[in-house]
């Protein structure tokens, strides 16, 4: 059963007087611990379709189903218990809090969720410790390397136990080698049933995943399985 689901969505957004039709009809369904990677130029309708995947944009009309649930039909603070607890997000320029220590970055969703303070610390040394940064919990951002403020970030949206991670080019702002690291961690994690969402200009970025979706002008051209990933 999808865990993701399109069902004809579309989004338009009106610039000045002029429509702008960023999704044209979009279906589409992906498996509880599937590897898909979403490619597309800029301006290609991924990152509209990953805003709407994160439910931080609602579509102009079609069906959106996660977890079975119609999300098009949810109020805006269903919405924010959603992408508290059932998303964990990655993104391009980690936006951590430079105030706060890893620590204290990761446990932030378990604090929205209301969780206690004991619960919180251990679950946030443990995905520290998931990520390779059991010797970094108190440090601070700008003590940290790009390649370990973004494992930071990784730990972060683990820390709630999201049923999907969204990553939002997670390598852009990282150097090759450190790009490939990241990208070892993430295969970890699917490989361990965790269901990846990965948003991506980068061929090489996206031939980590099982599957390929290429969007061009809001409109899916291709979705196939990778024959390069078992």
């Given amino acids: 059963m999808a865990i993701i689901e399109f069902k004809n969505i579309t989004k338009t957004y009106i610039l ?21 990677a979403i490619m597309g130029t800029s ?14 944009d609602r579509p102009t009309a079609g069906e959106y189903n996660l977890d079975s649930r119609a999300v098009q039909n949810l109020s805006e603070d269903e919405l924010a218990v959603v992408r508290n607890q059932a998303i964990g997000f990655i993104f391009q320029q980690f936006n951590l809090l430079p105030q706060m220590t890893a620590l ?10 209301g969780r206690g303070k004991a619960e919180r610390l251990q679950r946030g040394e443990e995905v520290l410790r998931l990520v390779g940064l059991g010797d970094r919990i108190g440090h601070k951002p700008t003590q940290l390397s790009g390649g370990q403020q973004q494992r930071v970030s990784i730990a972060r949206a683990l820390a709630n136990h999201p049923k999907i991670l969204l990553a939002d080019e997670p390598t852009g702002a990282l150097d090759s080698s450190t790009a490939a690291d990241i990208m070892k961690l993430i295969d970890e994690l699917v490989a361990s049933g965790m269901t990846v969402v990965l948003v991506t200009h980068d061929a090489e970025i996206a ?13 899916i051209i291709s979705d196939q399985r990778n024959a390069a990933v078992s």
């Avoid at 002029?18 to 898909?36: C, F, N, R, T, W």
């Fill in 16 to 36: 000045g007087s002029e429509p702008v039709h960023a999704l044209k009809g979009v279906s589409l369904a992906i498996e509880q611990g599937d590897y898909v």
């Fill in 43 to 56: 301006g290609s309708g991924k990152s509209t379709m990953m805003h709407i995947i994160g439910c931080l």
């Fill in 104 to 113: 204290q970055n990761v446990v932030l969703p378990l604090t929205y969720a």
């Fill in 207 to 219: 031939n980590h995943a099982k599957r390929i979706v290429r969007v061009k002008d809001g409109e």
